[in-house]
């Protein structure tokens, strides 16, 4: 089976680094949280308020939707390790908190335990997001 839909990739159209898919949803349940999965399989099996950006990164463009939509936190949920990657996207997820906690009030890490959440029920879904790791922001401020 297929489980993979995205975005064209054609010129003169707008491309998955500019889409966040299900934004509006998430946000219209008025949190102010989202999650932000790799995939829209997976946000739709993660939960309601979950979102994807289309891969292992996030954009500025997505960024800048995400805050203009009224995003003040977010649970960074990419996929688990699996037979292909190891390590999962969990390296990805560790560099992309700094950047991520510069434009939002709070910034967690969802470790998927394997696989992705798309391949998981959304009780076993909301048991692992449960476990989120909130990120502590780096002191920018030294006193010598």
Known sequence: HIKAINPPRDPGVITSEHAVFN?????SLGRGRVALCEGPVSAVKAADDATCVWGKQVSPHQI????????????LWLDGPSEREPEGAWPEMRALAPVLQLFFRAVRLVFHPAGDPGDYTRAQNAEIRSRAVLQQRPNLLRIA
């Open 23 to 27: 934004l509006h949803r998430a946000v």
């Open 64 to 75: 800048t939707e995400l805050v203009r939509a009224g995003v003040e936190e977010v649970d």
